[in-house]
C-alpha cells in the first residue's frame, strides 16, 4: 500500500484539519468497523471513512436543499431526500435503510410468496447484535452538525432517515474496506456511470493512479486509508460524487500517518 508522509503524531495543523475533514468522529468511524469486522482499522483510514460518509451525506442535503427552495421551504422534509434521489441516481447509497423507513415504503416493492400473498414487511430484529439500522441512532449528532454546517433543518423524520442511510452506508463501506484486505485489491470492474440527460459524460475514474486501489500491499488484518479509497469506488456507483468523494477523502488524510 502506498506509504503516507508520516508526521507528528497529534501536531496543531493535523489535529485542526482533521476536526473540519467530518462531523462523524473517528471513534464512531471505529466502532461500526468493530460491527462488521475484527481487523484493525489505522486511523488515516477512520479519518478517511468519516470524510467519505460526510461528502455523501452533504450531496444529499444539498439535493433536498434545492427541492425544499423550489417550494419556498427552509425547513427539509422526507419528501425532499426522495426527490433528490429520483434527480440523481449517485445519491442512491445506504439502500438497506429503506425497508425500514416509511419515507421509502412503497418504493422497494412489494414481495409475494409462492402463492401469490404478500409477505409483510421485516420487523426490526430484537437481536442484540450490533447492526447499522439498530445503530443508527449513533450518528444523530454528527447528522445535525453537518445541516448546521450547511445552514440548514429538517423534521425530525429527514434527521432519522439521515441517520439510518450514514449508519448503513458506512456498515456497507466497513464490509466493501475488510474483503479489499482480505482479496488483496479491488476484483470488481466494469462499473455503470449514471449521467443525467443532457448532461456531458464525466471522464473515466481511474482506479490506479496510485497503485493502490484496483492491488494493494501490506499486511492481511489492517485496514488503511487505500483500503477506504477502494471500497469508496465499489459503494458509490461513478461520477463525480465517487471521484470527489476520494478528492475529498485523500486530502482529508495527507497530514494523518498510516497506523
Known sequence: MTTLPAGPERSGLETASAM???????????????????????????????????????????????????????KLIPGDLLSAIDRNMELEVGTK?????????????????????????????????????????????????????????????????????????LTDLARDAAMVVREGGVKRFGTVTPVMSGEPVPPPFVKDSDGALSTRRGDGWTIGRDDILAATTIQ?????????AVTEARKATQNTSVG
Do not use: C, N
Open 20 to 74: 473540519d475533514v467530518s462531523p462523524f468522529k473517528p471513534s464512531l468511524v471505529k466502532a461500526v468497523f468493530r460491527d462488521v469486522t475484527p481487523m484493525h482499522v489505522s486511523r488515516s483510514a477512520a479519518w478517511a471513512a468519516a470524510s467519505v460518509t460526510r461528502t455523501v451525506l452533504t450531496e444529499i442535503v444539498d439535493g433536498a436543499r434545492r427541492a425544499a427552495a423550489e417550494e419556498a421551504r427552509k
Open 97 to 169: 435503510w429503506y425497508d425500514h423507513s416509511p419515507t421509502f415504503r412503497g418504493l422497494t416493492g412489494v414481495l409475494y410468496d409462492a402463492e401469490g400473498a404478500i409477505v409483510p414487511s421485516r420487523r426490526r430484529s430484537r437481536s442484540r447484535k450490533p447492526s447499522a439500522v439498530v445503530g443508527a441512532h449513533r450518528f444523530e449528532a454528527g447528522v445535525k452538525k453537518l445541516l448546521r454546517s450547511q445552514r440548514a433543518t429538517a423534521v425530525p423524520a429527514m434527521v432519522r432517515d439521515l441517520d439510518g442511510i450514514a449508519s448503513v452506508f
Open 236 to 244: 458509490l456507483s461513478g461520477g463525480k460524487l465517487r471521484q470527489r
